[in-house]
């Protein structure tokens, strides 16, 4: 699978929107960009995942680069329970099957209130 | 509907010891992998089935650790003759398959002393 750059860690105040970029340089046409979250003492947890055009969900946005080669997870309002490590993983779907997850170290987001 | 469950929540044993940890996953769940993540590290992925195919083995570190998941439902991860190197918090997750998201156990947190 392709590899994935993120910054290891970003602060956000409360209230505010927060953008975690990922650069993937070396993404494939057949690769889906993922996001997982995992909060502290907790299990990783779904976040969006997208192909092309841009997503939004309950949880938050991902914004995708025309090129694909870089995508920036948006959350909108961060809250204090938006603290946590942000995964964004590269996976390929061949015609249905799901494949594993590769993770990387991911971003480690902090909030101030 | 209940999550995924795994069992024990923790396990220490002695070096040399065998372990067997079980992971029941959502019902209805076609998909379940197996991972492993050390303090401040992102997880490390194992192992995943297909019903009860064994689809992708390739991280498992070497042959004391294998896994089955022989009716497709509960799947147990063993560890032959553990060493302390095999301490680490160990995850499953399970999914409906295709691009749907991966959903996550609380883990196992095995000590081996």
């Known amino acids: 699978d392709a590899k994935t750059t993120q910054p290891n860690s970003m602060e956000s105040n409360e209230e505010e929107p927060v953008h975690l970029p990922c650069n993937h340089s070396t993404i494939s046409g057949t690769d889906y960009i993922h996001w997982y979250r995992q909060l502290p003492s907790q299990g990783p947890e779904y976040v969006i995942h997208?192909?092309?055009s841009n997503v939004n969900n309950r949880m938050a946005s991902l914004a995708i680069a025309e090129d694909r080669k870089s995508s920036t997870l948006i959350l909108h309002r961060a809250t204090l329970r938006d603290a946590a490590v942000y995964y964004c993983i590269l996976k390929v779907n061949y015609g249905g099957s799901q494949g594993n997850l590769i993770f990387g170290k991911g971003t480690k987001l902090s909030v101030k209130p | 509907g209940a999550g995924v469950s795994q069992s024990p929540r923790y396990k220490v044993t002695k070096r040399g010891q065998d372990v067997a940890l079980r992971c029941d996953p959502i019902s209805g769940h076609v998909s379940l992998y197996w991972y492993r993540q050390a303090l401040g590290q992102g997880p490390e992925f194992l192992t995943y089935f297909n019903y009860e195919a064994q689809q992708d083995k390739s991280g498992l570190p070497n042959d004391r650790f294998s896994a089955e998941r022989p009716e497709g439902s509960i799947s147990t991860l063993t560890i032959q003759r553990t060493e302390q190197r095999d301490s680490a918090m160990y995850r499953c997750?399970?999914?409906?398959?295709?691009?749907?998201?991966?959903?996550f156990g609380n883990g196992t947190r095995l000590t081996v002393t």
């Open positions: 997208g192909l092309t």
């Open positions: 997750a399970s999914s409906r398959g295709g691009r749907s998201p991966l959903h």
